[in-house]
């Protein structure tokens, strides 16, 4: 016959050993934490691209690439034509993609000329970004349009006039902005519109603002990447053993492994 098992003894832990338990629970935290704590969110950075092209008068479309993955997003056209009631002058901005989008005008400083869209011109500085009045027209936004019954535009009755147009496209899906820097001269003396693209640039973050004319994400902007790369060493066996000790060695060596990488 079997004898019954005896009853467990429940062992009482001394006071040290709670310790070294309760810091080895710290310690495992402080890891985690400290793991995700340095973890690295995307770093904002603006793609610039010098141009000094001229849009050329009834040249076609001039169509630009703001993130060169092979695919345009923009296009610029000039066109100018006479008839027995005068010259006929447009200056337009095309988006090349159904869901790219442009920074209108306020009030549509066009509609009286049978057109729903003017492009706005943005002053150098200004932020590009979700709050703007974005639209998206497949015949394109007038820049500037001259004929003998009248004119409109704010590109329009310019001379050596350089301002951006505020840029709405979408890389994988989603959403970025960008610039392209345009130098017009369109006075109503003259025959033709004149206009080159001096350079375009966008942002890399989805759904981030862009500064007109920035080139650089500027020293002193907003953090986007975590103030340390460095990652936490992890806490070994060893040194738990060692309780509260222990604890403190690991902390030092962490300290100054993160101050020689911020050298």
Request: charged content about 15%; overall charge positive; glycine content about 10%.
């Amino acid at each position: 016959m079997k004898a019954s098992p005896r009853p467990r003894k429940t062992a009482n832990l001394s006071d040290s050993i709670h310790q070294q338990l309760s810091m080895y629970a710290l310690a495992a935290s402080a890891a985690g934490v400290g793991t995700l704590c340095f973890a690295k969110p995307a770093e904002a950075r603006i793609v610039y691209t010098p141009a000094h092209v001229a849009i050329k008068v009834n040249g076609g479309l001039f169509q630009f690439d703001l993130n060169h993955d092979g695919t345009p997003d923009f296009g610029l056209s000039n066109k100018w034509y006479s008839n027995g009631e005068g010259d006929y002058r447009t200056l337009k901005v095309l988006p090349s993609q159904p869901a790219n989008e442009i920074w209108m005008s306020n009030g549509n400083a066009c509609r009286s000329f049978r057109t729903s869209s003017a492009a706005a011109a943005v002053p150098k500085g200004k932020s590009i970004g979700p709050k703007r009045d974005f639209q998206h027209n497949g015949i394109g936004a007038l820049m500037a349009l001259a004929l003998k019954t009248g004119s409109c535009g704010e590109w329009f009755g310019k001379t050596n006039f350089q301002a951006y147009l505020g840029l709405k496209f979408t890389i994988k899906g989603k959403i970025h902005f960008g610039w392209a820097r345009v130098k017009v001269d369109t006075l109503q003396t003259q025959q033709k519109f004149s206009a080159t693209v001096t350079g375009y640039a966008y942002e890399t973050i989805p759904g981030k603002a862009i500064v007109a004319g920035a080139t650089k994400v500027p020293d002193g902007a907003e953090p986007t990447a975590a103030l340390s790369s460095h990652t936490p060493e992890p806490v070994t066996l060893g040194t738990l053993a060692l309780g509260a000790p222990g604890l403190l060695i690991w902390r030092r060596d962490e300290s100054v492994s993160a101050a020689l990488e911020g050298i």
